[in-house]
T-cell receptor
Framework: NAGVTQTPKFQVLKTGQSMTLQCAQD?????MYWYRQDPGMGLRLIYY???????DKGEVPNGYNVSRLNKREFSLRLESAAPSQTSVYFC??????????FGSGTRLTVV | RKEVEQDPGPFNVPEGATVAFNCTYS??????FFWYRQDCRKEPKLLMS???SGNEDGRFTAQLNRASQYISLLIRDSKLSDSATYLC????????????FGTGTRLKVLA
């Protein structure tokens, strides 16, 4: 049982480059999320998808787009990366009131 | 005021000690509460949910005080392996899929 799988685990981008972070879950959860974690800031919600076919902005959506491709997959796209987007990105899924299951994270550096 | 606040620590305790963390939340309508554990450079993992009547899981006890709007985590007989950051997580209301994370309390258990 893989849970939540994120790819890639590490990435270095140049300013202005684009990339997509992939996330897939095999727990049949309805809700999926993208967070970023920065030192001293805690986890901040970028976007979430309450169910297949819906997406909503979280606390820090600027500079990001998302796609809920199907029930399993929720991708995060950076169209034009900026150094301020250097962070650790976590995907998570949930069902009901059972809390989140997180992926192992993507460490992104923008130079 | 932050929606969820935690003392960042670090709490340095000897093996075998009992340690307690508190977490305050600002939204009195908050519905669900959790403690997560995050090891260095890893994803957060659910430690335990927090129920109104309080609940225990082995050496870990969680309490909820709705009147004062805080939750607590008590760890008895601390082990070296308990060293981690403990995140307080609050679900704002029953109508939201979003969970608010505290910035975490760092625990170091010393030999």
């Amino acid at each position: 049982n893989a849970g939540v799988t994120q790819t890639p685990k590490f990435q270095v981008l140049k300013t202005g480059q684009s990339m997509t972070l992939q996330c897939a879950q095999d727990m049949n959860h309805n809700s999926m999320y993208w967070y970023r974690q920065d030192p001293g800031m805690g986890l901040r919600l970028i976007y979430y998808s309450a169910s297949e076919g819906t997406t909503d902005k979280g606390e820090v959506p600027n500079g990001y787009n998302v796609s809920r491709l199907n029930k399993r997959e929720f991708s995060l796209r950076l169209e034009s990366a900026a150094p301020s987007q250097t962070s650790v990105y976590f995907c998570a899924s949930s069902e009901g009131n059972l809390g989140y299951t997180f992926g192992s994270g993507t460490r992104l550096t923008v130079v | 005021r932050k929606e969820v606040e935690q003392d960042p620590g670090p709490f340095n305790v000897p093996e075998g000690a009992t340690v307690a963390f508190n977490c305050t939340y600002s939204n009195s309508a908050s519905q669900s509460f959790f403690w997560y554990r995050q090891d260095c450079r890893k994803e957060p993992k659910l430690l335990m949910s927090v129920y109104s009547s309080g609940n225990e899981d082995g050496r870990f006890t969680a309490q909820l005080n709705r009147a004062s709007q805080y939750i607590s985590l008590l760890i008895r007989d601390s082990k070296l392996s308990d060293s981690a950051t403990y995140l307080c997580v609050v679900r704002a209301s029953s109508g939201t899929y979003k969970y608010i994370f505290g910035t975490g309390t760092r625990l170091k258990v010393l030999a």
